[in-house]
């Protein structure tokens, strides 16, 4: 399995998800023979078929918060990835505060539920998953993966916090919930300026934009990329629903990325 992300939805933001003007069935990524499947909103399903994802296949899902665009489709997005329970596997990730919220009845049909916090490494086979602090209006966590092939950190639903910084510095992906261009500021999500203040401080390889609102689609995020971009000086990509990026086209191998944590095999 080459290692990739894909998008299954770059909505953000209950205009854009209920208008479904962006689809907004979360982001797939997938390495070293592993699927992981974050933030299954609503449309997931159908949005990783018609993308040439198998739900069936995933490994791990990670769940930053409970709001609906981000996790809509978890039960079914379990039921079909361990067929109905029928086989039980694979792993959920989530805070104390989300995990009350998930159905006893979806928690039993998989092979671990995995209660995280800021800090609390999990390791599923040769792959690390560290959660990481976030400020949003509801309980919410950010992500960082470790691979041999790369290291990306996925910036959830979050205002911007000086702990990211230290949490982000010499990843190869840097993935952003930008909800709000530049100018626009509502004290629960990143604007375009704060993913310029993110990467300059922590200088990642690759800066992805994605889970934009109405504001952020008015003005255009291909263009708020570009002016990310010009004032990093690192490539800035706006994300589009189904596009795929090879993230290890971008990984400095040369860096150390394996770190000693908790270890759980799937099986």
């Known amino acids: 399995m080459q290692s990739k992300i894909v998008f299954l939805g770059t909505a953000g933001g209950f205009e854009v998800v209920g208008k479904q003007l962006r689809a907004s069935g979360g982001i797939v990524i997938q390495t070293e023979g592993l699927q992981f499947l974050i933030d299954p909103g609503p449309g997931c399903l159908a949005k990783a078929q018609e993308y040439g994802i198998n739900i069936r296949q995933t490994n791990a899902i990670f769940l930053s918060h409970i709001h609906y665009g981000h996790s809509n489709d978890l ?81 959830s639903d979050t205002r911007y916090i000086r702990e990211l910084e230290k949490e982000v510095r010499n990843v190869d992906v840097l993935l952003c919930n930008c909800k709000l261009p530049a100018g626009i500021k509502d004290g629960n999500n990143l604007n375009t300026s704060d993913v310029i203040r993110l990467a300059n401080k922590t200088r990642p390889l690759l800066v992805i934009i994605t889970h934009f609102g109405s504001e952020m689609l008015k003005k255009d995020p291909l263009f708020e990329a570009r002016d990310i971009q010009r004032e990093i000086k690192i490539h800035t990509i706006a994300a589009k629903d189904g596009m795929i990026i090879n993230p290890t086209s971008y990984a400095a191998k040369v860096r150390q990325r394996t770190l000693l944590g908790f270890a759980k095999k799937e099986g």
Do not use: W
């Open 75 to 155: 039960n079914v997005s379990i039921q079909a990835m361990t067929l109905n329970g029928l086989d039980k596997r694979g792993f959920l990730l989530a805070s104390k505060e989300v995990l009350k919220d998930v159905p006893k009845d979806s928690k039993d049909k998989l092979q671990q539920v995995v209660e995280v916090s800021p800090g609390k490494r999990v390791r599923i086979n040769n792959v690390e998953i560290i959660p990481i602090i976030a400020q949003h209006n509801v309980p919410c966590l950010s992500f960082k993966i470790i691979s041999k092939d790369f290291t990306l950190v996925y910036v």
